[in-house]
């Protein structure tokens, strides 16, 4: 690990302003993803801003009727927070369905949104990847991509995004509140926040430099039965293949949402309008465009069956 300064922010307005004046400054809060990065030299940050003594650690009503989820609220608490247990259970099924329970003890809501991708080849520093290294190329387009995108990738990088929170959150139509350097405000959608790869694939977000995350925002209750399912390749600590978060109303209507095939949690709202057709409608729109690899073709067929296998579920039940 390379040496690197410190401080301790004490607003959030100071933290950004610190980032945004500090060349090569990040923060850290729960530090699950950026210190093994650290370690692998895959992150080099020469400053840290450390963000734990901020007040975003609760979850709080907001005047619409939804919650305001604070970003350094830990993967645990969120989960098993009484109001997100019973309103938003999509959310508290796939934030179990992730890491460990030592890791989500840890994990922060900023942290989990915004945790860089776990393709091989972006931890492989002998290997090319533009997303670590603009410029070397893509190894996995012609390498190992049993794991990675379908859709969204570009022919620069082929990564996913590897959170089961935020698949859950894009089903949920959730934002995201910031504080940039000069203490302005924004509210940016989550479908919004990601980058497409395009030629730039080593900036994921669209956050200015400095920018932080102080909350996520809930909108009021769905409503309906809420499942996240999620296929991998071993029953615990495996990141998705595919996965499935999904809101079903008994009118038919829903929104549905598909990780481990993209970038980001992939969503159309159109595939949402087809839910009452069946999985293959939505699947035929959501994924409409796919280009995946030899290797990860069968993500296709796998998302459809999942989906599937919920609307029956959901219909047995009922």
Not at 101 to 121: D, F, I, S
Not at 135 to 164: K, M, N, Y
Not at 232 to 256: E, M, T
Request: contains cysteine; charged residues 20%.
């Amino acid at each position: 690990m390379r040496a690197f300064s410190y401080e301790r922010a004490r607003s959030p307005a100071e933290a950004a302003a610190a980032a945004a004046r500090t060349q090569g400054a990040r923060f850290i809060a729960g530090g699950t993803n950026l210190l093994d990065l650290m370690k692998l030299e895959i992150e080099t940050p020469a400053h840290l801003i450390d963000v734990n003594g901020l007040d975003l650690d609760t979850i709080e009503p907001t005047s619409e009727g939804g919650l305001r989820v604070g970003a350094l609220v830990r993967n645990t608490d969120l989960a098993a927070d009484r109001r997100i247990r019973r309103d938003y259970a999509v959310l508290t099924r796939a934030l179990v369905s992730g890491a460990s329970g030592q890791l989500r003890n840890k994990a922060t809501t900023a942290g989990n949104l915004l945790q860089r991708t776990r393709c091989p080849y972006f931890y492989d520093t002998a290997q090319p990847c533009n997303k670590r290294l603009p410029g070397s190329g893509c190894g996995a387009r012609e390498g190992f991509s049993r794991q990675l995108a379908v859709i969204g990738a570009s022919e620069h990088c082929i990564a996913t995004h590897p959170s089961d929170m935020a698949v859950a959150m894009m089903a949920l139509d959730a934002s995201v509140e910031t504080v940039r350097a000069d203490g302005s405000r924004r509210n940016i959608a989550l479908d919004a926040l990601y980058r497409a790869p395009g030629r730039t694939p080593h900036i994921d977000t669209v956050l200015d430099k400095g920018e932080l995350i102080a909350a996520v925002v809930l909108p009021p209750p769905p409503g309906g039965v809420h499942v996240y399912r999620k296929v991998r390749d071993r029953a615990s600590y495996a990141f998705a293949l595919v996965s499935v978060a999904a809101i079903l109303r008994p009118d038919g209507s829903g929104r549905i949402a598909l990780g481990g095939v993209a970038h980001k949690p992939w969503h159309s709202a159109a595939a949402d309008a087809a839910l009452p057709q069946g999985a293959g409608a939505v699947m035929s729109v959501l994924l409409q465009g796919a280009a995946p690899t030899a290797q990860n073709a069968f993500k296709l067929a796998l998302a459809e069956r999942t989906l599937a296998s919920i609307l029956q579920d959901v219909r047995a039940e009922a």
